[in-house]
């Protein structure tokens, strides 16, 4: 088929791999533009635009999709346009300019978690399982019908960063089996329920900072959920710490939230919660390298000190 590809993060590349290794034709890729980067904040292209450009691919970077921008798609008279987190909107008059219409990789079991942050908000509300759902795109968000679904289970370990390797995969897995059908006609589509819709709001730096009067179960799905980014952290006497594995216990340790908590025999740094007792396996000191909880107090009297 003739495709045009719109995303822009790591999680769209393989995506874009797996089209163009089952033998679509790439019309066009439609990506952000260059944003500042790195410490010297250069311009720089998106994930999605430097693979397009190492396979020789045209590169297209609006703005916005405007009266302009919609001419030279339609110019590129796609089959089909597949979507996988873009970052912006499209018109219903982009939506009716492919032949076979606009299809979209969503990362999760729709219609639970429709919008920008459905791998973090999975894990941080302790859902068993998530999954991968190939959509027909429509005016809403992410409300189209369902042409494909794959679930994944979430383990007690997972942090996003694995699951966003697992569900980048299986989507692009899933795409291509999506054209295929497509292609033959064999693609029913499915209403997505009235009952079951959740929406994930966009991550906010302020929400990572962990608050210890939380239950300890509800922290470490955070810690989990905010790993890598934007990173769950704390503060211990004024220098910021991160947490970047953990666990919790329903042991109570009786003492006031945030307490870090005399664990000698321990491999990890015990602190109390509003609730139970999380255990952390991995931090990193402001400006230091990650480490495991036992060479943190190896280095440092940390026991009765208290984590704000």
């Known amino acids: 088929m003739r495709v045009v590809f719109a995303g822009t993060p ?3 590349v393989a995506a874009l791999d797996a089209l ?3 033998g679509h034709e790439i019309v066009g890729v439609y990506t952000q533009p260059d944003r500042p980067a790195g410490r010297g904040r250069k311009l720089s292209p998106s994930p999605v635009a430097a693979r397009a450009a190492e396979r020789g691919l045209a590169v297209h970077k609006p703005e916005k999709l405007d009266a302009t921008a919609q001419a030279e798609l339609r110019d590129l008279a796609p ?3 597949v979507v996988v987190a873009y970052g912006l909107i499209l018109p219903q008059a982009v939506l009716d300019i492919p032949a076979h219409g606009c299809l979209n990789i969503h990362a999760s079991l729709l219609p639970r978690w429709r919008g920008a942050a459905p791998i973090q908000r999975a894990i941080e509300a302790g859902d068993p399982e998530t999954g991968i759902t190939i959509m027909r795109m429509d005016a809403g968000l992410d409300t189209g019908p369902m042409l494909l679904r794959e679930a994944v289970a979430i383990d007690a370990s997972m942090t996003a960063a694995d699951l966003h390797d697992r569900l980048a995969a299986l989507g692009a897995d899933l795409i291509v089996e999506a054209l ?3 292609g033959t006609g064999e693609l029913p589509e499915q209403p997505q329920p009235a009952e ?3 929406y994930a ?3 906010d730096k302020a929400e990572a900072r962990i608050d210890w009067a939380l239950p300890a179960d509800v922290t470490a799905r955070r810690v989990r959920a905010f790993n890598p980014a934007p990173g769950a952290w704390c503060e211990l006497d004024g220098e910021r710490v991160r947490i970047l594995m953990a666990h919790a216990t329903d042991a109570d340790a009786g003492l ?3 307490t870090i908590v005399d664990r000698p025999a321990d491999d990890t740094l015990a602190v109390a919660c509003g609730g139970g007792t999380l255990l952390i396996e991995r931090l990193q000191w402001a400006g230091g390298r990650p480490m495991s909880a036992r060479d943190a107090r190896s280095g440092r009297a940390l026991p009765g000190r208290r984590l704000s």
Do not use: I, S
């Open 256 to 258: 006031p939230p945030g």
């Open 79 to 81: 089959d089909v346009m």
């Open 180 to 182: 295929r059908r497509l």
């Open 196 to 198: 079951g819709a959740t």
């Open 20 to 22: 163009c290794n089952a």
């Open 10 to 12: 790591d999680f769209a």
């Open 201 to 203: 709001r966009k991550l």
